[in-house]
Nanobody, 115 residues
Framework: QVQLVESGGGLVEPGGSLRLSCAVS????????MGWYRQTPGKERELVAS????????NYLGSVKGRFTISRDNLMNSLYLQMNNLKPEDTAVYYC????????WGQGTQVTVSS
């Protein structure tokens, strides 16, 4: 059974940092490119960052480039997102999933950036 369990969200002031984690089970994590997505009420879920299966290539949404860093540990079946210099517009529920051919979504982790 596929499980995607996101954690690490919270309330942070503008300019602060958070590190999100995603624990994956139920499929061969190291065989797939992965991504972090986010969604706010009334808006489509958007891809924030993606990483190739061997960590060789990463891509970022323009608005987070230079502030967010995606990484993965294939031995630990885990995906990470380091978020620095957070802005109020980064407020959203963040999810991890495959980059292509998404699986059932996990519960996500709420990130709120507010003073």
């Amino acid at each position: 059974q596929v499980q995607l369990v996101e954690s690490g969200g919270g309330l942070v002031e503008p300019g602060g940092s958070l590190r999100l984690s995603c624990a994956v089970s139920g499929f061969t994590f190291g065989n797939y490119g992965m991504g972090w997505y986010r969604q706010t009420p009334g808006k489509e879920r958007e891809l924030v960052a993606s990483i190739a299966l061997d960590s060789g290539t990463t891509n970022y949404l323009g608005s987070v480039k230079g502030r967010f860093t995606i990484s993965r540990d294939n031995l630990m079946n885990s995906l990470y997102l380091q978020m620095n210099n957070l802005k109020p517009e980064d407020t959203a529920v963040y999810y991890c999933n495959k980059r292509f051919g998404t699986l059932n979504w996990g519960q996500g982790t709420q990130v709120t950036v507010s003073s």
